[in-house]
């Protein structure tokens, strides 16, 4: 490979891991999306932590952090990985890759949403 084939794909990972880190920091800036929908917070940890849909584990290495992020706290986070995706969504009613769309939305294509965030208010959380 030419070395500026080399250098601009340098380039290219490290923009790409620059954006990422800015999109996670606006995810983090959202409440734990398990709090929202169940109207409390007594059962969370924080920090709030922006958590894979996909992770490299299962193909997500290459996929970008855009529309793949949810926001949860630690406990939540920790309990995704423990039970699964998709036991997660059953138990508490809800799609994090939804929620991660969701989220990409507002904070990329600026999609306001009149229930938002995530469908509940959280004025009161």
């Known amino acids: ?8 794909g340098q380039v290219n990972e490290m923009a790409r891991t620059l954006i990422d880190l800015e999109y996670r920091r ?3 800036r959202y409440p734990c999306v398990v709090a929202v929908r169940r109207g ?4 969370c940890l924080p920090p709030v932590q922006a958590c894979h849909v996909l992770h490299s584990g299962f193909g997500g290495k290459d996929v970008p952090d855009h529309y793949n992020l949810w926001p949860g706290c630690v406990v939540h986070h920790s ?9 997660f ?3 508490y009613e ?11 939305r507002e904070i990329l294509d600026g999609v306001e ?8 208010e959280v004025a009161h959380l």
Do not use: C, L
């Open 113 to 120: 949403f009149p229930d938002q965030p995530y469908g509940m």
């Open 94 to 104: 809800f799609s994090v890759r939804e929620i991660a769309e969701r989220v990409g």
């Open 40 to 43: 409390v917070v007594k059962d």
């Open 26 to 28: 606006h995810v983090r």
């Open 79 to 87: 309990e995704q990985h423990h039970i699964g995706r998709e036991s």
């Open 1 to 8: 490979m030419p070395a500026a084939e080399s250098n601009t």
């Open 89 to 91: 969504d059953k138990k």
